[in-house]
């Protein structure tokens, strides 16, 4: 398939994102090819029409099933394997955010309540302890925090999030030029 010049910016910007965010750039234009495109292709498409090794698109494949973020479908009368995402920016969100706060923020959590419950935390400086109990309180409260959101309804999180700067202005009151501490 050939790419037409806006779908190619798209997706060689994907990569280029994708690599500022930790993921690898084929992982993130493969995932860009399918989510523009909004139809199911096969490993032989993906790796045509990027111009990637077929093993570079099957180990890149492999990782976004991991992530949740493609799904196999099938084609009758084809063995191949075909691979999809949503088209739905609501849901691609809720599941990076979901994965990649049980891969990354909730072990981050649990060694945070771990060290806080070992016998050898309070022979820690008290100003340790107090930054290490700081952190747990404040990754505990964003986490809280996303659970709700990722709860809302996409229309719901979307207000929230267009309302975002009049909430805070509002909780900052008049004092809105001071910088909050």
Known sequence: MELTPIARRFVVHWGEMGSAWGVN???SQI???LFFHGRALHAEEI???LGVARSNVSTS???LLNWNLIRTSHVLGDRRDYFETSTDVWELFRTIVRERKEREYDPTVRMLRELVAQPGFD???ADAQDRVRATLQLMESLGLWADEMLRLSPATLDKVLRLGASVQKFVRGSDAATPEQ
Do not use: D, G
């Open 31 to 33: 995932h860009a090819l």
């Open 123 to 125: 022979q820690e400086t």
């Open 47 to 49: 790796s045509e029409t």
């Open 25 to 27: 750039r084929t992982v």
């Open 61 to 63: 494949l492999k990782e």
